[in-house]
Each structure stands twice: as structure tokens, then as C-alpha cells.
């Protein structure tokens, strides 16, 4: 178990670029989920995967953001024309399915800055 | 929407003194999960709680749901160094799979 693993781990860029974050999650679990944390405040829900379909979307989520996991194993999120409230960590965690939840397994996350 | 709210934002405890962070939900929980964040790191799963009035002991550490479902509190006894880092909260409606995170409680030892 390797764990989950985001890269890149920092990335900065100029606002109105496009920035494209990948993650992969730990082999075997097929809930991928994907959350934005700002300082002093806890994840907020951006998406989530279940294998390779795209089951719920914050209603929150700009249409800039768009988030894939082709084969149900990696993800990958990116942001269109970013802008300085996309400055943030994006965190990806992934999980067992089960009815009654499962522990969520976070990665390092990547912390994005636009400058 | 679902909303979840945690407090206090921040609790400064001396070493040794206890720790409470209480969390209260807008609407009822099917579950409730609690994380802990070191600084610089990513969340940590701790524990799970489903049933209503559920009380689950992790060594110094004990998680409470209240019986309605729509609370949950952490108390640390006796608290020490390693246990310094920010505890959220985050609850399962039932009618999505998506977690609702509370903003957190920043656990400080003082000097």
C-alpha cells in the first residue's frame, strides 16, 4: 500500500493559465474524491468518482473546473483560466465503497498559487 | 444546504489539561467521521460513529454522536504533544455520498 500520491506537489502560475493536478489513488479503492482546503477552513467537496463515472459534482464548482478518471484508476482535475480564488491546496482522497461510509485515505495534496 | 458547524475554531490547553471540539449538523447524519490534520500534513482518519447515542473510546481519546444524529463531540483527556494538530468533523447526509466537513479545531499546547 503505497498510498495516495498527488502531483504535482506546488504549482505556480500566472491567473488565466490552465493548470491540470493528477492523483493517484491506493490500488483498490474504487471512491475517488476530490476536495479544495483554504487556510483555517476544512475540505470542501469538489467531486466525486466512483470507478471511472463521475457520480456528484459540488453545485459550488465553477464550470472552469473539470475533473476525469478515464479508466477508474487515476484522476486527474483541471482548472480553466485560473484566478486568484482558485489559490488553494486541492486534495485527493480515495476510499473503499461500503453503504455506510468508508475511512477516506487522503494524498499530500497539491498546493496551487496564482499569482 | 447541509451545513456542519464546529467549535471552537482554536482551543489553547496547557500539556496535560483535557480537549473538547464539538460538532453540530443542520440536518441528520447517517454517519459521522472524525480526522485529524498535523500541521503541514493532510487529514487522518480516526474513527467512524453510525448509531444514534454511539460513544467509541480510542485510548485517551472519546467520540460521542448524539442520540438525534445531528451532533458528535471529541474530548482528549490528559492531553500531550503528539496530540497537537487541527480535528475535523464531517458528516454523511443520507442522500449523498459526499462528506460535509466542519471547519475544524485547532488543538494548541502552550508553552
Known amino acids: 500500500d503505497t498510498g495516495v500520491s498527488q502531483n504535482p506537489r506546488h504549482k505556480i502560475t500566472k491567473r488565466g493559465q490552465n493548470v491540470t493536478f493528477r492523483c493517484d489513488p491506493i490500488s483498490e479503492h474504487n471512491r475517488l474524491y476530490w476536495y479544495r482546503q483554504t487556510l483555517g477552513q476544512g475540505p470542501e467537496f469538489l467531486t466525486y468518482?466512483?470507478?471511472?463515472?463521475?457520480?456528484?459534482k459540488s453545485r459550488l464548482l465553477s464550470d472552469r473546473f473539470s475533473a476525469e478518471r478515464p479508466k477508474g484508476s487515476f484522476s486527474t482535475l483541471e482548472i480553466q483560466r485560473t484566478e486568484q480564488g482558485d489559490s488553494a491546496m486541492y486534495l485527493c482522497?480515495?476510499?473503499?465503497?461500503?453503504?455506510?461510509?468508508?475511512?477516506?485515505?487522503f494524498g499530500d495534496g497539491t498546493r496551487l498559487s496564482i499569482l | 444546504g447541509q451545513q456542519v458547524m464546529q467549535i471552537p475554531q482554536y482551543q489553547h490547553v496547557q500539556e496535560g489539561e483535557d480537549f473538547t471540539t464539538y460538532c453540530n449538523s443542520s440536518?441528520?447524519?447517517?454517519?459521522i467521521q472524525w480526522y485529524k490534520q498535523r500541521p503541514g500534513g493532510h487529514p487522518v482518519f480516526l474513527i467512524q460513529?453510525?448509531?444514534s447515542g454511539e460513544v467509541k473510546k480510542q485510548k485517551r481519546l472519546t467520540f460521542q454522536f448524539g442520540e438525534a444524529k445531528k451532533n458528535s463531540s471529541l474530548h482528549i483527556t490528559a492531553t500531550q504533544t503528539t496530540d497537537v494538530g487541527t480535528y475535523f468533523c464531517a458528516g454523511r447526509g443520507d442522500s449523498n455520498y459526499q462528506l460535509i466537513w466542519g471547519a475544524g479545531t485547532k488543538l494548541i499546547i502552550k508553552p
Open positions: 460513529l453510525v448509531k
Open positions: 482522497a480515495s476510499s473503499l465503497a461500503g453503504y455506510s461510509g468508508q475511512p477516506q485515505h
Open positions: 440536518t441528520t447524519l447517517s454517519n
Open positions: 468518482f466512483q470507478n471511472e463515472a463521475q457520480l456528484e
